[in-house]
């Protein structure tokens, strides 16, 4: 690029920013914007944090309340049950994500499988759920509509104030005007994304890699830059103002508002997933067929009766050398979580499908990319909660087995069945309080930069490809144009 273009492009660029100094409408809307983004973060991050000091908080009551109880009879504490928080992480104050809508913490307890609950929008009033005003929503559904307002005019002015025809027969170049233009609003981008650049650093001093922050930025970038050559495009290609503000507003009600419902719902149709309900009844229906796991009669157990009495050469469940009471309890927790694991990733998966369907149409959509690209960098998508349920079910898992192990092996038979016979007996079948610690240090970590990273690649390319969809759509209007 030769220095003269450089600077005919630069006094475009400057000329329109000069227009907009002088537009109190166009200042007002920037001001809003940079406002807006602004106090989004700062609330935010000051709400994130919050929260993230009070469910640390929480995580460490609930340890300390749960190995503070006194020597008792194990199977009370695998009913008295243990709560694992969900710590947010550091970008999660930019796009809280999927977080909101699925909650942060999980009641542990045997026999069960709780969901997760407390979360935001669940607690909140039907209003607040149309989106909250979280940084991540300013900029993905406001910002574009700002950039909008403010560039809408910007080629289609000069044509309707017949100024264009003089700047082309002065050798200016209809493509060096469309690109001054864009630099202009490439400004106004930089301007509304510089609280999300600071707030990244603070991200980076939270322990977020640096290269998903990075990365995390420039898809913003991304995406406000195609927002810019929609500007540039139906500026350049209508005459008149009206025509091209009309033509903007259409394509932002389309793809930031209705193309995300349609979507959301082209995902839940095609893989259509049951109700509470309905699956709640399919669950007990298995479950009453594995048998009592606190009936220690019920004839589901009798096979595991005859393989102990075999296996250690006695006559009667009072001979073995164990609980077998505490066996049928771990038998039957074992049989139990695998049928629990069972429905719940039938679920899990019938929701990664429905995400992955939906994200699809990031290719109709740069809302749809983005959205799904935030989600993913900031640790807060489908596959993070996902995980954080495998996590806090295997926790789960291995605290109520490690209760009914104490409850098999260091408990007699005799003294479990007789426990009701008065306080000594009761003292007789407690166990040990060191055998709770087992639920110590748990602490949730949201996926590395790498995971992150190879999840996000398609929504990067999609980003691209609308970048180079309306590059050359500009192209050929700009050479209609000439």
Not at 16 to 33: C, F
Not at 396 to 420: G, P, W
């Amino acid at each position: 690029m030769s220095s003269n273009l450089k600077a005919q492009i630069w006094c475009v660029a400057k000329d329109e920013l000069r227009y907009w100094s002088r537009s109190k409408l166009a200042l007002s809307i920037l001001t809003i914007g940079i406002v807006l983004t602004l106090s989004s973060v700062v609330v935010t991050a000051f709400k994130m944090h919050e929260l993230s000091e009070v469910r640390q908080a929480m995580q460490n009551t609930s340890e300390e309340a749960f190995m503070e109880q006194p020597d008792r009879h194990p199977h009370r504490m695998v009913h008295y049950g243990h709560y694992a928080f969900r710590v947010p992480s550091p970008l999660s104050m930019l796009d809280p994500g999927v977080d909101a809508y699925t909650g942060n913490s999980i009641f542990l307890e045997g026999h069960r499988q709780n969901s997760a609950m407390f979360a935001d929008q669940k607690q909140s009033t039907g209003l607040t759920k149309l989106g909250s005003l979280s940084p991540a929503f300013i900029v993905q559904v406001i910002a574009p509509l700002l950039l909008i307002l403010i560039g809408y005019s910007s080629v289609s002015r000069e044509r309707e104030s017949q100024t264009l025809s003089f700047l082309l027969s002065q050798g200016t170049s209809i493509f060096t005007l469309i690109i001054g233009k864009g630099l202009a609003l490439f400004f106004v981008v930089c301007l509304i994304l510089l609280p999300l650049a600071i707030s990244g650093l603070f991200a980076i001093s939270l322990g977020e890699s640096p290269s998903i922050v990075i990365g995390f930025f420039i898809a913003y970038m991304l995406y406000l830059l195609v927002w810019v050559f929609f500007v540039l495009f139906f500026s350049t290609m209508f005459s008149k103002k009206s025509e091209s503000f009309t033509a903007l507003t259409f394509a932002w009600i389309l793809f930031c508002i209705a193309m995300p419902r349609i979507a959301s719902t082209t995902a839940s149709v095609s893989v259509p997933s049951a109700g509470k309900l309905e699956t709640d009844f399919a669950v007990i229906a298995a479950l009453r067929k594995l048998g009592d796991g606190h009936n220690a009669n019920d004839p589901a157990f009798t096979k595991l009766k005859t393989s102990l009495l075999q296996q250690y050469g006695v006559d009667s469940i009072e001979e073995l050398p164990i609980n077998f009471r505490g066996a049928v309890a771990s038998a039957s927790e074992a049989e139990l979580t695998g049928v629990l694991n069972q429905f719940a990733e039938q679920r899990m998966e019938q929701e990664l499908q429905q995400t992955l369907i939906a994200r699809s149409f990031g290719w109709l959509s740069p809302k749809v990319a983005i959205r799904s690209l935030s989600m993913i960098s900031a640790g807060t998508s489908i596959e993070t909660h996902h995980r954080f349920i495998r996590e806090t079910e295997d926790l789960r898992f291995r605290f109520v087995q490690s209760l009914n192990k104490a409850h098999t092996e260091q408990l007699s038979y005799v003294d479990d069945i007789n426990r009701s016979k008065g306080e000594e007996a009761w003292k007789k079948a407690s166990v040990s309080a060191t055998n709770w610690r087992m639920i110590q240090g748990f602490k949730f970590k949201t996926d590395d930069a790498a995971t992150r990273s190879s999840r996000s690649i398609i929504a990067f390319m999609q980003l691209s490809f609308w970048i180079v969809i309306l590059s050359m759509f500009i192209g050929l209007i700009g050479r209609r144009t000439i």
